[in-house]
């Protein structure tokens, strides 16, 4: 008890969550720069086929080689980052926010609220969230559309649990005491005192959550389900070059590296962000 | 001391067992005159703070009533009732949104309740405040692990009374806070009560910080209150077995250290 | 006589090695054969921390940076190491029995667990000892109580199993980090005199930190009163709580409410709060709240001296005559 006195007493420098979070920001938005002005950075076509160039490994022309088409790879990782971060980030920002207000409700609430919320819960978490997602993407058809829907069903569930299992901890404390002693009404002690302090948790996992929705959002791609041409996608351009692993890797890598660069400044920013939320 | 009573509670009971087991309050009833200060003592699980929770309208009575001026205020409170019972509780470290700066936390109950009309007034009000708890316009930008405990548990004070309550209810307040501290923040208290002219009911298991603040003293044990007195009588003359035990085991500074004789009496 | 216990120089520290910070600076202290020794002081004073450093069970991040630790072993002190210690020696008692004691494990085995494992002691031997102890830690009913688990046992109970267990060891020493803070007062003070009775009867050292005055007042012999880390006041309890010599002690005295403080006037409050461990001020640390603080305050360094005309041993250099003007010590309760 004394030790947490004596560091607790320690100035901890807020509102910086350290170079990690800024460098994992700036690595996804230069990505995200890059694939609006794919054709003018790299001087490609990304759709412009050219037999005669088929196969060509990385070169100063073509730094990223060409593939099948020979169509520039580069052009067209670049190209595919504006719709795989965005899909990305919206799989995973749109379970996140369906199950944290879920969660919300059911931890301040209880009653049959609460009942319901954790009942619907346990329902879908006895399926396998990949097999869940597969089935209901293969039911409404692919496409990006369909992969939201498809994420956010299988994905609200661990927002709310985690969610309520704050909430249930938050409203026994004296401050959300003090604020529904002094006739603050439920909506504001919820808003205002409750959800703000169970949130930075829900944040962090969200944040590392963007790289599994990438890769879920990878594999559909691969297995026909995800993006379909004409749109490119990384998962749809590794399930392309997969024939011709053994002697043109890189139209296969290339797409494979840029989900690990996705990865890595994902984990970048969460690590940051929960370093910056942790109190 | 003759005067009507501003707080009653009334033949209170709080039954978490169903009536299975002994009720956590069973049968209290208070009374505590317009500006004065009743001081509940007992060890923890004695109800005490149950009755604290029911009196602030927190939790539902089992049965019984708490009476305001003599009307049976319900419970959930309305938003007109719910103000006229503050309460300050234990534990410094959570008794503050950690979110929140000391002004927010001040301007959000003014505001709410129309204590101020915008929110410059709300801020001018919540330096008033702060002055009236021995704090100033220095900690208003201040987020709660930013302030020691002595000061967080001054701003639970300031947040009491934001809404100018007529009772204040103090459960344990200063229980948390070293001894140095506690003084201070034991002067603040019982200088506003005598300055606002409040009514308090303050709850604690130590008896000689009771006895200090209090006008009249309470013990409860196991539920019920065992014994009831002006504080000085209380202390000197304790009648009730429970309460001579607790005024035997209060340690006093210039008292006896541990000698042969009380070696002999059973453990 | 040859202490029992001597602590030396004791500087712990946490943070960067580069810039570390010192939760507590050159503590020291010796406890004699059969004394009870109180360490008091708010928290943050470092009273915890240092105790967990004799028995090397330094939390995650604190080191120590300087100092010795003794402990007796036939008839001198010598260093010892912490596991060796913690078997024979020394005892601990902690604040919270409840996560002290493993819970999956019965009463009667759980007192007897540590010797019997180092001494190979029988089921049998294992058991009776237990009973033995378990009686004389005063537990209503020994036969029955062995057979209980942690939880169904009272908070007071389980504070006399966690005794039992120290006492197992045959320490020489037992350590008690707040044993009675948690417990209620008619309980606490049960304890008190149940670890008064085992001091007395088995000429057991005992070491007690808390913050609650009342309670060295009842227990202890001697005392050291910590204030950010360092001790700034040490002598006989009897002196030290009638007479302090360091404005620190005086104010913690003053500011207690007593059952018979009048009621009639304000307490005397310390102004201020102690300053953590990384915004300690130059010179005496507790000078920016101290009444008697003079300009040479801030600049002369910690040391704990005799004062003149008491055998107490203090800091504050006013008092102790080391600089600035004199001041009676009789002022500081005055």
Not at chain 3, 240 to 249: A, L, W
Request: one cysteine or more.
């Amino acid at each position: 008890m004394a030790l947490v006195q004596v560091l607790g007493r320690r100035r901890v420098r807020r509102g910086s969550g350290g170079p990690a979070l800024v460098i994992g920001a700036v690595l996804l938005a230069l990505l995200l720069a890059a694939s609006f002005a794919a054709g003018t950075l790299t001087g490609h076509d990304p759709a412009l086929t050219d037999l005669t160039a088929r196969f060509r490994p990385p070169t100063a022309q073509h730094w990223f080689g060409t593939d099948q088409l020979g169509r520039d790879v580069l052009t067209r990782v670049l190209v595919a980052a504006g719709t795989d971060l965005p899909l990305a980030l919206l799989g995973a920002a749109v379970p996140a926010v369906i199950g944290i207000v879920l969660g919300a409700l059911a931890g301040y609430a209880r009653g049959w609220i609460g009942t319901a919320v954790m009942r619907l819960a346990d329902l879908i978490q006895a399926f396998p969230s990949y097999i869940l997602l597969i089935v209901l993407v293969f039911l409404l058809g692919p496409g990006g559309g369909s992969f939201l829907v498809g994420a956010a069903v299988g994905a609200w569930v661990t927002y709310a649990r985690l969610v309520r299992g704050v909430v249930l901890r938050l409203r026994e404390l004296d401050y959300v005491r003090a604020a529904q002693a002094a006739g603050l009404g439920h909506t504001r002690v919820l808003l205002r005192h409750v959800l703000p302090n169970a949130l930075p948790q829900a944040v962090v996992y969200a944040a590392s959550d963007i790289v599994l929705a990438l890769s879920y959002l990878a594999a559909l791609s691969y297995l026909g389900l995800g993006i379909q041409a004409p749109g490119i996608e990384w998962g749809q351009m590794i399930a392309e070059g997969q024939p011709f692993l053994r002697n043109q890797w890189w139209v296969s890598v290339m797409p494979g590296l840029a989900i690990i660069l996705v990865g890595v400044a994902v984990r970048l920013i969460a690590g940051g962000l929960e370093r910056r939320l942790q109190r | 001391m003759s005067a009507a009573p501003l707080l009653q509670v009334d033949d209170v009971v709080v039954d978490y067992s169903h009536g299975r087991g002994s009720p956590a309050v069973d049968h209290v009833s208070l009374d505590i005159p317009r500006g004065r200060t009743l001081g509940l003592v007992g060890q923890s699980g004695c109800g005490k703070s149950s009755l604290a929770r029911v009196v602030a309208g927190l939790a539902a009575p089992t049965s019984g009533a708490v009476r305001l001026g003599g009307a049976v205020l319900p419970t959930p409170r309305g938003r007109a009732d719910a103000t006229r019972i503050q309460m300050v509780f234990q534990d410094p470290s959570s008794a503050l949104n950690p979110m929140h700066t000391v002004r927010r936390t001040l301007t959000e109950l003014l505001l709410v309740h129309r204590r101020a009309p915008d929110r410059r007034a709300a801020t001018d009000r919540a330096v008033e405040l702060l002055e009236l708890v021995g704090l100033g316009a220095a900690v208003l930008d201040a987020r709660p692990r930013g302030l020691s405990g002595g000061q967080r548990q001054r701003v639970g004070i300031a947040r009491a009374l934001a809404v100018e309550p007529e009772v204040l209810i103090a459960d344990e307040a200063v229980s948390a806070l070293d001894v140095s501290v506690q003084a201070a923040v034991l002067n603040t208290l019982r200088d506003l009560g005598a300055r606002l002219d409040l009514t308090m009911l303050f709850i604690s298991h130590d008896l000689a910080v009771t006895r200090y603040v209090s006008d009249e003293l309470a013990v409860m044990h196991r539920g019920r209150i065992v014994e009831r007195g002006r504080p000085d009588d209380v202390l000197r003359h304790p009648r009730h077995e429970y309460t001579r035990s607790l005024v035997a085991a209060t340690p006093r500074m210039d008292g006896p250290a541990l000698s042969e004789a009380e070696e002999a009496r059973p453990l | 006589m040859t202490p029992v216990l001597r602590i030396t120089d004791l500087v712990l520290e946490t943070g960067p090695a580069s810039a570390p910070l010192r939760p507590v600076s050159h503590v020291g202290f010796e406890v004699a054969p059969g004394e009870a020794f109180g360490l008091v002081g708010e928290s943050g004073s470092g009273k915890s921390l240092t105790l967990r450093a004799v028995t090397g069970l330094l939390p995650e991040g604190v080191r120590q940076a300087g100092g010795t630790l003794e402990l007796e072993r036939d008839g001198a002190l010598r260093p010892y190491r912490f596991a060796e210690a913690r078997g024979r020696g020394i005892g601990m008692v902690f604040q919270e029995p409840m996560t002290a004691l493993n819970p999956t494990m019965r009463v009667g085995d759980l007192v007897t667990a540590g010797p019997r494992a180092r001494h190979g002691w029988s089921r049998r031997t294992a058991r009776s000892r237990a009973l033995d102890l378990l009686a004389e830690v005063g537990m209503p009913d020994p036969e029955g109580q062995a057979r209980m688990w942690p939880h169904q046992l009272s908070g007071g109970l389980r504070q006399r199993v966690m005794i039992a267990m120290a006492l197992a060891t045959e320490p020489s020493v037992l350590l008690c980090d707040e044993p009675t803070t948690a417990l209620d007062v008619a309980v606490q003070d049960q304890i008190l005199r149940l670890l008064h009775r085992i001091r007395v009867e088995r000429g057991l050292s005992i070491v007690f930190v808390t913050h609650d005055l009342g309670v060295v007042r009842r227990l202890c012999d001697r005392v050291a009163v910590m204030y950010a880390g360092q001790v700034v006041e040490t002598g006989r309890v009897d002196e030290v709580f009638t007479r302090p010599t360091h404005p620190y002690s005086a104010g913690l005295l003053r500011s207690m409410p007593t059952p018979d403080t009048p009621r009639d006037r304000p307490l005397a409050a310390i102004p201020g709060g102690q300053p953590g461990a990384a915004d300690r001020p130059e010179g005496c640390r507790f000078a920016p709240r101290c009444a008697h603080a003079v300009p040479a305050c801030a600049r002369l360094a910690h040391t704990l001296a005799e004062v003149p005309g008491s055998p107490s041993r203090s800091a504050c250099l006013r008092v102790a005559g080391l600089g600035g003007p004199p001041l009676d010590r009789r002022a500081l309760i005055a």
